[in-house]
């Protein structure tokens, strides 16, 4: 049986304290952490090792966390949360400015910071559009439209049925990965992003519904189906209109 390979997290602060309790904390919950106190540790690290993420301090001596931040986009894309200042607007906004994909201010909560690595991970892994839907107006799928200028989802007698916001947002995201398993943590990912709740289940009552505004059986469903065990599925072609 072959050994699950342990996700890798580079943690960047210059405090010695706060290194030794991540670098702690990330391992007890099953991920390989390295350390690095300053920008040319960090070099030596990206040179001698291979990281799924960089949790990254901004107020480092030497080069900053924003001009390692950029450095680092320019060179890969391997996800990147900030640790700023609290109440330091400016600096999250540059850090996203630059490239990284999450912000957390400190003082903060290594179980917010575990919570944040575990959802830019699962973004990081998420599946390629199968559609390209820029420049699109409607997308058809199993003889319904979804007319992404008005929101509105057109039934194949050419009936608008309504959607409420959150029905929109969660089709429209099934429609750009179709064919592909969805799992509910991704889809709240894509739907809520930052300010999703970690326990929420209201996806699965939105699949419902869904359900029966394209008069989809929800014990033998045709185009969103369940996989059991790991989210949904979009089970039809998806076409473009200008």
């Not at 901004?58 to 391997?78: F, K, N, Q, V, Y």
């Not at 799992?183 to 929420?200: E, V």
């Not at 996989?227 to 949904?232: A, F, I, P, T």
């Amino acid at each position: 049986m072959a050994m699950e390979t342990k996700e890798r997290i580079l943690v960047v602060d210059d405090d010695p304290d706060i290194r030794s309790l991540l670098h702690e904390y990330l391992e007890r919950n099953g991920y390989s952490v390295r350390t690095a106190g300053n920008g040319r540790e960090l070099r030596m690290a990206m040179d001698t090792g291979r990281y799924d993420l960089v949790v990254l301090d901004i107020m480092l001596p030497g080069e900053d966390g924003l001009t390692l931040c950029r450095s680092l986009r320019a060179e890969s894309h391997i996800p990147i949360i900030m640790l700023t200042a609290r109440g330091d607007e400016m600096d999250r906004i540059l850090g996203l400015e630059m490239g990284a994909d999450d912000y957390l201010p400190k003082p903060f909560n290594p179980r917010e910071l575990l919570a944040r690595i575990k959802a830019t991970l699962r973004r990081a892994s998420m599946p390629g559009r199968g559609t390209d839907i820029n420049g699109a107006r409607r997308l058809r799928f199993a003889d319904w439209t979804l007319d992404l200028s008005t929101r509105h989802l057109v039934n194949p007698e050419g009936v608008v049925m309504p959607l409420s916001s959150g029905e929109f947002r969660l089709l429209k995201i099934l429609l750009e990965h179709p064919n592909r398993v969805l799992s509910r943590d991704q889809l709240l990912d894509l739907t809520r992003g930052r300010d999703r709740d970690p326990f929420d289940r209201s996806i699965d009552v939105q699949v419902s519904r869904l359900r029966r505004r394209i008069q989809d059986d929800s014990q033998a469903p045709d185009i969103i189906k369940t996989v059991r065990s790991e989210g949904y599925i979009l089970a039809a072609e998806v076409t473009c209109e200008e």
